[in-house]
């Protein structure tokens, strides 16, 4: 009777398509004590709260910087996008760190759906990829708007109610656990939307070994040569099949295409454009200054650490990196703000041009950064 009643609650929430195995299921998986740490970004933050609940010694400019995240892209068309890192902070993470993971099973909804069980009666937390347009606790208990679809937002899980139809996830700087309908997640997990679709992607961190410790010269070495690749090959970000510009040559580029933008966008999308800008460098799960300021904070670490490498004056070129950043930052929203009363194309041109210069300081900035990682760790 209690396999039909579950097979029931099942059906209703996901429809006669969704087949679930109940053999073995309890009507309630819930991992104990959970205290989720408010976070910057959201896939850094749903793994270090996976990785912290399992004790692994990993704060979240860790996966980051372990990762290899920091990068750049630019990616055109009618409204465009900065990005400032790379979409294999995951796989570099764990290569850098030794730490043992496991990507679900995604082949169908239902394979997918009983993996994640499975490894929650493991008493492992689970990674999950989502459009976050589906999560009603984003949007006052609804769903966002159809162009708030993004296919790329990560939370992680802790627990299913099957009887309540009701999961428990953490979610960047949402405070504590955060409730959402099964029906709900299942509609973020599986969405179609062109953006990124999520395909009901997932993944999971092993219990931490006996006698785990990071090894941190090996880390760092792995994160340099991953900085240097980003650098040299573009951030490998690719949101959308448009044209983009990425890595130091993307830099260099970057200066010409803001004096242009007003010949790009319409004039009465520059300051939604500009002001977008401002958010992808600093607000829009960041960090601040595109990534850099995490990546700063794990050098910090990884200088505390360790003796007698050329971390200090990296530290200060990235600091330099990161002031410039924020300058240009500042300039799109001081522009953002005031665009829209200019009245000819050259008032337009002068306060893109600014912006343009202070993009040219940037590029120098990064390059010199680069330069130095290149001479003081390849080879």
Partial sequence: MKKIFCGLVALSLFGCSQSWDQEGFPDRIILPQITPIVGGHCESSALMNCLN????????????????????????????????????????????????????????????????????????????????????????????????????????????????????????????LQEIKLKDLHKARFSDTPFLTPHGEYYWVEKKPDNFQLNWPEMLENSVQAWIANYEAGADLHWQDSPEIGGLHGLEQFPEVLAQLDQEIKPYMLAPVLSSFHGWIEEYGTGGAAFRQFTLDYLIEANSLMDDTPLPQAISLLEESISAWHDLSEEFQEIGERIEDAKTTEERRIMLNRAAELAQILYTREEAFYLYLKENWEG
């Fill in 53 to 176: 609940y399992l004790d692994y010694p990993v704060d979240e400019a860790t996966v980051v910087g372990a990762g290899g995240a920091m990068g750049f892209l630019y990616q055109q068309g009618d409204f465009p996008f900065i990005g400032g890192r790379s979409l294999t902070m995951k796989e570099v993470f764990f290569q850098s760190t030794g730490i043992p993971w496991n990507v679900g099973d995604n082949s169908s909804k239902e394979i997918a759906w009983s993996g994640v069980v499975q490894v929650l009666q493991q008493g492992l937390p689970v990674v999950l990829r989502v459009d976050m347009r589906y999560l009603p606790y984003l949007y006052g208990g609804k769903y966002g708007p159809k162009y708030a679809s993004f296919g790329w937002h990560i939370i992680c899980l802790y627990g299913i109610d099957f009887q309540q139809g009701i999961a428990y996830v953490s979610d960047t700087d949402r405070q504590g």
